[in-house]
């Protein structure tokens, strides 16, 4: 199998990587890849990747690995890698962390509740950034995240409430809306929670019926 991802901007440009993963007839699918299972094909820098130059790319690094049998590739079904992937007809799969990040959009990207209070979040930093009650604001404006920012502002809500007790009263009043917003708080941290047991049960021991039972036998959070 192979992996493709265009990774890294430097400065107008973009990297695309594309690794092969052996896989032999005894390997364990439930076992997590090693560095020794995994090989560079081909990485390529130019200013943009349409789904024809990535095509190319992958039929260029594939010529020069004739003994190579490539099943399918692993990708974060960006459109230009699935747009390649239908030119040179490999099945495409895409990886579980991209996965969980979709289904995370789906299940709160809509969300109200949490689009109000990330606007009262970017109002509290526009009002406190350069003075006193600056170390309560989160640590950067986190305008991309992969998990639409549940693990920032769940951490920093969870901050928050460790100090309430001892923080003065006038520096309580600008973050009620925080008491106010619990509920939802609380479930994005179930939302978390749910994350971070997917992605280490899945990274450790791959997609398969073991990895199934570990999960099914999880208590309920």
């Given at each position: ?52 130059s ?80 600056g170390?309560?604001?989160l640590p ?29 009263a ?39 019926q ?12």
């Amino acid at each position: 199998m192979g992996i493709i991802d265009e990774s890294i901007q430097i400065g107008r440009e973009k990297l695309l990587l594309l690794l092969g993963v052996k896989i032999e007839d005894t390997s364990s699918l439930a076992a997590p890849l090693k560095m020794e299972d995994v090989e560079v094909l081909g990485l390529a820098v130019q200013t943009s990747w349409t789904g024809t130059s990535v095509a190319e790319f992958i039929g260029r690094r594939l010529r020069s690995y004739p003994q190579l049998c490539l099943d399918y590739l692993i990708s974060d079904q960006g459109s230009n890698l699935r747009a390649a992937m239908r030119q040179l007809r490999i099945e495409g799969v895409a990886d579980c962390s991209h996965m969980m990040m979709n289904m995370v959009k789906r299940l709160i990207g809509p969300s109200k509740a949490l689009s109000i209070l990330s606007g009262q979040i970017g109002q509290l930093r526009l009002r406190f950034v350069l003075t006193e009650l600056g170390y309560l604001l989160l640590p950067s404006l986190w305008d991309k995240d992969r998990f639409e920012r549940i693990f920032l502002l769940v951490d920093w809500a969870d901050r928050i409430d460790r100090y309430w007790d001892s923080l003065p009263a006038h520096h309580r009043e600008p973050l009620q809306f925080l008491r106010q917003a619990r509920p939802l708080i609380q479930q994005l941290r179930q939302v978390k929670t749910l994350i971070v047991i997917t992605s280490a049960i899945l990274k450790s021991a791959g997609l398969s019926q073991s990895s199934r039972q570990c999960y099914l036998s999880i208590d309920k959070l």
